[in-house]
């Protein structure tokens, strides 16, 4: 389904929101599966965004994993002597959180998966700035381009004879200092060479702005973020009323 | 110095298709090498891929005889020199002489002889009197200059030059054609640039067409 940049910064709004406020695990994974048929409902590739962030998704297990260890309270599960190596609020706060970080990276994904330029516009029509809308779409135009760079800034240093995996750490913080130093100049060079490209073509020149592709929002749109809206406010009067749905 | 090339093919994405396919070549001691193409042809594939910047499907690259798989790009870069077609990328120190010595600070090689060699180098390559300079506001010939000055301190015995011509003038044209003419290693000059070609000495033309090397 194709959706207008508007309705999927609302679901994207409303998901995170939720993420946040969801009281237990069981609220938590409400959101989640939620947010799971959303991606599905875009046709967003969620296998390979998670092949593709698979390092992070390590990252974030771990650090659920050490919670679980370290969290005390509730009936112990593992014990060594008197000391409470797992226990079942250990294991609920592990969960709470692998299930909030999914349900960030699931809304990440809505907004990955969109036109970089389409959000702009979206932004524009939600009352965002010119100026603050093209900086952002600016921004993520030139992401690909400085991570080439610095991945050529790493073949660079190899070719320099340099093994950065070999060094010790404060060789190592020394070569990241070398790396950094080109690269915000860089950064400042060509955002100058920008600027100047930018003057040349007139941004700005003119104060009344016409659009190549203007936005529309369709019945489906509107249909998604009516749902959307009364699912969020069904959610939210359910669990203030009801309270916690899963108690450790 | 022997680069031996056998059956390389190498495509970016596992299902699209190959860049290079059944490459085959050899890169010898004391030769000049000009690799034509059109772009996305291939030719700065091949150089990432002798270089172990990256690694071919299929085929091997032997080295003096051994096997290029077993050296990481940082062994393989003691005997290959690369420049960068845009030399903004190789270069990383505040000052032109940081620029020379970095490499030697960090592997703990910088000895006086090395130092002193390292002067040596500033006035072989036309730096004299640029020591303090910020390398990334320098023209782009003295860039370039610096870049190969930086392949050239750690005793390259083959060179790949990626595009060397495409933002110097006239006058670093002719230093560089004369350095690499005077060369006593092997050089590989990947170019679109027919003027180049024409003032190298004997050269070996070389083509990269359909993912395949073919002489010129």
């Known amino acids: 389904m194709r959706l207008d940049p508007r309705a999927r910064l609302l679901l994207i709004l409303l998901i995170t929101t939720l993420a946040v406020l969801a009281k237990d695990i069981a609220y938590l994974a409400i959101v989640f599966f939620a947010a799971l048929a959303v991606n599905a409902m875009l046709k967003i590739n969620i296998i390979g965004a998670a092949k593709r962030m698979r390092h992070f998704i390590w990252l974030i297990l771990f650090i659920a994993i050490v919670q679980s260890l370290t969290v005390k309270g509730g009936t112990a599960l593992l014990s060594v002597g008197k000391i409470n190596f797992l226990t079942t609020k250990g294991i609920g706060f592990a969960a709470e959180f692998v299930l909030r970080m999914g349900i960030i990276l699931l809304a990440g994904l809505i907004a990955a998966s969109s036109d970089g330029r389409e959000m702009t516009d979206g932004l524009l029509k939600l009352g965002m700035p010119y100026e603050l809308a093209f900086m952002s779409a600016i921004a993520l135009r030139f992401l690909p381009v400085f991570r080439d760079e610095f991945v050529a800034r790493i073949n660079a240093m190899a070719m320099r004879g340099i093994d950065i995996k070999r060094l010790s750490l404060p060789k190592k913080l020394k070569v990241y200092g070398y790396l ?33 592709r203007a936005l529309k929002l369709t019945w489906t749109d509107w249909l998604v973020m009516i749902i959307a809206v009364l699912l969020t406010a069904a959610y939210l009067v ?3 009323t009801y309270g916690n749905l899963f108690v450790l | 110095m022997k680069i031996e090339l056998n059956n390389l093919t190498f495509s970016y994405k596992k299902r699209s298709a ?6 085959g070549a050899v890169f010898e ?28 499907q299929n085929g091997n690259i032997l080295i003096n005889g051994e096997d290029a798989a077993k050296m990481s790009a940082a062994l393989r870069a003691k005997k290959i020199g690369y420049l960068f077609q845009n030399p903004d990328l190789q270069l990383f120190a505040p000052t032109v002489m940081e620029e020379l010595a970095f490499p030697f600070e960090l592997t703990g090689t910088l000895t006086e002889e090395k130092q002193d060699e390292l002067q040596r180098m500033l006035t072989i390559f036309h730096l004299n009197g640029m020591e303090e300079r910020f390398p990334l506001t320098m023209s782009g010939g003295e860039k370039q200059r610096l870049a190969l000055a930086t392949v050239m301190s750690r005793h390259a015995e083959f ?10 003038d006239r006058e670093c044209r002719s230093f560089l054609t004369n350095f690499i003419n005077g060369f006593a290693g092997g050089a590989l000059v990947i170019t679109h640039d027919e003027e180049l070609i024409a003032s190298l000495d004997s050269p070996h033309l070389l083509k990269l067409e359909g993912g395949r090397v073919h002489e010129a």
Do not use: H, W
């Open chain 1, 180 to 212: 950094i130093l080109p690269a915000v100049s860089g950064c400042v060079i060509k955002s100058e060479e920008l600027a100047r490209s930018m003057s040349a073509r007139g941004f700005g020149a003119e104060k009344k702005r016409t659009m190549l």
């Open chain 1, 238 to 240: 359910f669990m203030y």
């Open chain 2, 18 to 23: 190959p860049v290079l396919e059944g490459v």
């Open chain 2, 29 to 56: 001691q004391g030769k000049r090498y000009a690799l034509t193409g059109r772009n996305g042809s291939g030719k700065t594939t091949l150089a990432n891929l002798i270089l172990g910047l990256l690694k071919p």
């Open chain 2, 159 to 168: 060179l790949i030059l990626d595009e060397p011509t495409s933002a110097i």
